[in-house]
């Protein structure tokens, strides 16, 4: 069976087994066409299901807010650990910080105030932030995490302030346009397929109604295919492929969404949330990073993977789905992005010979102690690194980067001890005898704290 033929199967089995009127999948990698599978009907009856209908994303939608906000920072219209105050007025709740509203860690209420999923009213933008006075700060800021599509709505309309614009048109123009998604948009085109609500005891599907979100429009509003998620999945989890001069995002940036700033459970460690993107764990230093999504007749599963044998990079995969009650169809998106890299992995890139250390770097290279332990310091990439003798193979390794008036200071730009300075100690004949990494003491054999060998008894 083939790589395509294992995940058709995958996706047939899940339209069947969870009973989705419809199922749209596609996935996005780096070295293959795109590869989608639908299964079902569309419901419209202009628009039979193909790869070109659209589905509601619901809450992934907050990952493309969450890129709008990171976006402000960068270019120094906010920051992060300011209070929503300084930028918006609001009657309540104005110390919420931005880093802490894109965490889930605020404390708000999940949602905005009043009956929305009753009546299937949402506020408008202005109505949204006077009801602020009304809604609960329902936990200490920073005690915990707790999802909230009022917080994100908060930071939409942030965005839409200090652009000068609204969340809809910042959105086109900042994401949409610049990454070629030219199949999402914030209203259902012509194209979109119906959403439902299948019955648990028999087999009828009702139709759900559909509300627009208003001033919450940023937590949840956005439609879509599966080839656009996918594709935006893979900018999530591998930017430098997808938008390689950082036009939407500096890949660094994304690096910094993709920390884990809070676990979802306390007592199961299995997901985290970073800077607006949900994280999943696959073990062996893998990494799920996207978004799940619920509208009224809609799921979604939009993630990327990040890491592991076999990845090719800007691997994405989204599995849309026409029915509310099928949670378990979306959550075969980890399987696909798991059988893609085992059934069909990613060539492997044979090794070429490199240029040699730099003259001045040449006495580093080998063995090192440092508190009772040994690195191998050598030179890759065209850059210095430094791996534990102990480290499994698949932990990467510290890569320093000199600083630009002295070459014998250097930082640590990835890997342990991050951010820290390496300073290096040469003799009168140019060598290096000794080295301090984050103040601690480096040398070529080990000593005690206090400098004496343990050979000298």
């Known amino acids: 069976m083939t790589a395509a033929d294992r995940l ?5 089995r899940a339209q069947a087994d969870f009973r989705v ?14 590869w989608t599978c639908t299964v079902g009907t569309s419901g419209n009856p202009e628009h039979p299901l193909d790869d070109a209908s659209q589905f ?4 992934v939608t907050k990952t493309f807010t969450a890129v709008l906000v990171l976006q402000a920072r960068d270019d120094g219209l906010l920051d992060l650990d300011d209070p929503i105050a300084k930028y918006l007025d609001v009657p309540a709740h104005g110390d ?25 009213i949402s506020p408008d933008d202005a109505g949204l932030l006077a009801d602020l006075a009304r809604a609960e700060r329902v936990l200490p800021n920073s005690r915990q995490y707790h999802y909230s599509n009022l917080g994100m709505a908060v930071l939409g309309q942030l965005v839409a302030k200090v652009r000068g614009g609204t969340w809809a048109g910042v959105l086109h123009e900042r994401i949409l346009e610049p990454l070629g998604l030219s199949a999402t948009t914030v209203v259902p085109t012509g194209r979109a ?7 648990a005891y028999s087999d009828a599907a009702h139709i759900e109604a559909q509300l627009d979100m208003g001033g919450a429009a940023a937590a949840a509003q956005i ?11 893979a900018f999530l989890a591998g930017p430098e492929i997808i938008d390689p001069n950082g036009a939407v995002l500096a890949a660094a940036t994304l690096d910094e969404m993709r920390w884990p700033l809070t676990t979802t459970e306390e007592a199961l460690w299995a997901g985290g949330f970073g800077l607006g993107l949900i994280l999943v764990p696959q073990g062996k230093r893998v990494l799920h990073v996207g978004h799940d999504g619920a509208m009224p007749g809609f799921l979604a599963g939009v993630y990327g993977r990040r890491g592991g ?5 800007a691997l994405g995969c989204a599995v849309l789905a026409s029915s509310g009650t099928a949670g378990g169809a979306t959550e075969i998106v980890h399987d696909l992005l798991r059988i893609t890299v085992e059934a069909d992995p990613a060539d492997i890139r044979p090794w070429r010979p490199g240029r040699p250390a730099p003259q001045t770097y040449r006495t580093i ?25 102990e480290a499994p193979a698949d932990r990467p390794p510290s890569i320093f980067r000199p600083l630009p008036d002295n070459p014998d200071l250097l930082r640590t730009v990835s890997g342990r001890e991050t951010g820290e300075l390496l300073r290096l100690t040469r003799n009168d004949s140019g060598e290096v005898v000794r080295m301090h990494w984050a103040t601690y003491r480096v040398t070529r054999q080990q000593e005690t704290f206090g400098g004496v060998l343990p050979s000298a008894g």
């Open 8 to 12: 058709e199967r995958a996706v047939r």
């Open 21 to 34: 009127p419809a199922l749209s999948v596609a996935l996005h990698r780096a070295d293959r066409d795109i």
């Open 56 to 59: 509601r994303i619901g809450s």
């Open 96 to 120: 919420a910080t931005i880093r802490r509203l894109l965490s889930h860690t605020a404390g708000f209420q999940r949602e905005p105030f009043g009956d929305v999923w009753d009546t299937l």
């Open 193 to 199: 397929a119906v959403g439902y609500l299948v019955d």
């Open 223 to 233: 439609w879509s295919t599966a080839s656009d998620m996918a594709r935006w999945a």
């Open 309 to 313: 044998e076999g990845n090719p990079g």
């Open 365 to 389: 290279l080998g063995q090192w102690w440092t508190e009772g332990h040994a690195f191998a310091f050598s030179w890759h990439d065209g850059m210095l690194q430094a791996r534990s003798v």
